[in-house]
């Protein structure tokens, strides 16, 4: 089969180059050969031509617009055929200056005269004794310009008439070929020609068609005077003189590569839009061909598609089955998973559901495929679940969260999935209980305050101790006044009573620590609130000599969830009492900025080397020696403030200290 492929794709290649060679004799009137040959570069002695010459001159005439025409509003020589001559100017890569003569005649006589090196004009038997033409630019049409009520169609019909023609124009030749009987009147320019035609001088004017549709609207005369059907249509070429062999040959290259480009009718759709009057191509010719080309090619393309197709639904077979097993399987993952997974479109309406959804709904998959997400009570139709999938419709990116609902905790998750076989999208709604993992997380917290408890019992009895023995020198002093002193037994009661205020404080400050409180958000003033925690770590700080300074406004009030931040600053105090010497300092700072809590824990301590700082939050890693620390400190202050939707930053420097740097969101209290 491969032996068919290749000889049938040989013939294929033999007759495109055989077609090719055809439409470029249709296109570029030469053969491929010639074609090849045309494209190459311009020769030494073409070059040292150019060089030896100067610029050239290019001198038409300037009263025949949209071709060639002086602009009255600033000047400047324009039109079509003053485009072309630019690119062309381009494209040899040398500079072609622009002289240009009032009218047409005066351009003809001036490079017969040796003045100009060459103008556009139509070839002509008579126009050829005198010029060589190069390869055509464009084709031109020849029309009659005449009155409504006249409205002459025909060479025939201008017999007889007055017909203004420009000086020297090819019209002159193409009525005398004819043998026409009429009364020229000859004009300097077009324009000159249609306004004796309005003021009746003349009966028609003849000459170019896009010349004559310009002026026409130009002179408001579009209405009142009709254009007849071309009367003969020509090829127009450039012109040189009979001795520039070399410039002819210049001229033909450029023009070769410019019709290669498609530079004509580029500008011709600048100029007036697509016209076949003005740029001619062979339609008929190139139809042809390729219907030729095309019904050559069937047979071949019929061929080579049957056995192709052979050799594809084979391979295509081969990969379907691959395909639907994968699908199954797939589908298996997707049932098997104890998370439930719901595809939805942006109205609401449920595509697709795996195994856990419909044994949560209690509901078969073609009875939920027929309902919205909203139709179902409960979970599903949470206030927060639904504002989350508008958002991911909206921000086209993942969204997480996490809520509770009767008793439970779930994580959800929002996925925008793009759907290229439909114009909607749909959003992919992970839902997971998280309920055991969040109660372990709370017992990870809760062992970890216990172990911190065990730190801080010894300072606790200490602090305890203290007031305990002022409350014994006391009572001793009531029992031995017996004297009836009643001023220094009143000062003993009061003695008493502060000490064990001071007692009751500290164990309310280790109870507080302790229990187990709730997650939810509690106006606090925070000052006192870091106070009430910083009484723990008193007895650290005093046997470590450590200089303690705490920076919050006494009246900032705010909601916070207590819990969190009691483990967040425990843990970052302890972990910096740690790591500082006798005689250190730990500076604490509490700020407000508009709608978050900025709190720095700053030290004087060892430092942490930069290649740790990295794992510093990873659980059960620590760097203080062993059974002096269980590595997860750090890891539950990143996990509290992440779920508390903040951030924290850390800045250290070896024998110079850390800056812990955590910032919370938080809300105004009053």
């Known amino acids: 089969m491969r032996k068919k492929i290749f000889y049938a794709f040989f013939v294929m290649c033999l007759m495109a180059v055989l077609l090719s060679n055809e439409y470029i004799e249709l296109e570029y ?11 190459q570069p311009l020769t030494a002695s073409e070059i040292e031509w150019l060089n030896t010459n100067g610029k050239i001159i290019f001198g038409s005439d300037q009263s025949s617009p949209p071709l060639r025409y002086i602009d009255e509003r ?43 090196d060459f103008f556009d004009m139509i070839p002509s038997q008579r126009r050829s004794q005198q010029f060589d033409f190069t390869d055509t630019l464009y084709t031109l049409h020849g029309v009659i310009l005449s009155p409504n009520d006249q409205s002459y169609k025909s060479v025939s019909d201008v017999s007889g008439k007055r017909v203004a023609i420009p000086s020297g124009d090819f019209a002159l030749e193409f009525l005398e070929s004819n043998s026409v009987t009429y009364t020229p009147v000859l004009v300097s320019d077009m324009e000159e020609g249609l306004v004796k035609l309005r003021e009746g001088s003349v009966d028609a004017v003849i000459g170019d068609e896009p010349v004559i549709v310009y002026l026409a609207e130009k002179l408001n005369m579009k209405d009142s005077y009709s254009v007849s059907e071309p009367i003969y249509v020509m090829d127009t070429a450039l012109a040189v003189r009979k001795d520039e062999v070399e410039l002819l040959s210049i001229l033909n290259k450029g023009i070769f590569n410019l019709k290669r480009k498609n530079i004509m009718p580029d500008l011709q759709q600048k100029w007036f839009g697509i016209s076949e009057s003005f740029y001619s191509q062979n339609d008929a010719g190139k139809t042809g061909l390729l219907s030729v080309g095309f019904v050559s090619l069937v047979g071949l393309l019929i061929y080579l598609s049957y056995t192709w197709n052979t050799q594809l639904k084979i391979e295509v077979d081969r990969q379907t089955e691959e395909l639907f097993v994968s699908r199954q399987k797939l589908k298996v993952t997707f049932d098997s998973l104890t998370t439930m997974m719901i595809v939805v479109d942006n109205d609401l309406n449920i595509v697709n559901v795996n195994k856990a959804v419909c044994e949560y709904l209690d509901k078969p998959r073609k009875i939920i495929y027929a309902h919205k997400l909203t139709d179902y009570k409960g979970l599903l139709q949470l206030e927060s679940l639904l504002k989350q999938i508008e958002e991911t419709f909206g921000q086209g990116q993942l969204l997480r969260s996490e809520v509770k609902h009767e008793g439970k905790s779930y994580a959800i998750s929002t996925q925008p999935m793009l759907e290229k076989r439909s114009i909607e999208n749909s959003t992919l709604i992970v839902i997971d209980d998280i309920t055991r993992i969040k109660v372990a997380e709370q017992k990870l917290l809760q062992n970890n305050k216990m172990q911190a408890m065990g730190v801080l019992a010894t300072g606790v009895a200490h602090e305890i101790r203290n007031p305990l023995g002022l409350i014994g020198h006391y009572s001793y002093l009531i029992k031995t006044n017996t004297s009836g002193d009643g001023s220094r037994q009143e000062k003993a009661i009061k003695g008493i009573e502060n000490a064990v205020d001071r007692a009751s404080q500290i164990i309310d400050n280790l109870l507080n620590f302790s229990r187990m409180t709730s997650n939810e958000l509690k106006s606090v003033n925070l000052r006192v609130f870091v106070e009430s925690i910083m009484l723990l770590e008193e007895k650290a700080l005093k046997e470590k000599g450590i200089l303690f300074d705490f920076e919050c406004d006494p009246f900032m009030n705010c909601l916070v969830r207590e819990e969190p931040l009691k483990h967040i600053l425990l843990n970052l105090v302890s972990n910096a009492i740690d790591a500082v010497d006798v005689n250190g300092y730990i500076n604490l700072v509490c700020e407000r900025f508009d709608e978050h809590l900025s709190i720095q824990v700053i030290d004087s301590g060892s430092g942490i080397g930069e290649e740790y700082i990295e794992q510093i939050f990873t659980p059960f890693y620590t760097t203080k020696d062993p059974g002096s620390g269980t590595g997860l400190g750090l890891y539950i202050v990143y996990n509290e403030i992440t779920k508390y939707g903040g951030t924290i930053e850390v800045e250290s420097e070896i024998e110079k200290g850390t800056k812990f740097t955590v910032t919370l969101p938080i809300i105004e209290g009053a």
């Open 74 to 116: 600033n000047g400047q020589y324009r039109g079509l055929i003053v485009d072309y001559i630019r690119a062309l100017s381009i494209e040899l890569k040398h500079e072609i200056a622009f002289e240009p003569v009032e009218v047409w005649e005066d351009a003809f006589n001036s490079l017969k005269s040796d003045e100009k």
């Open 29 to 39: 009137d030469i053969n491929i050969i010639d074609y090849f040959q045309k494209s």
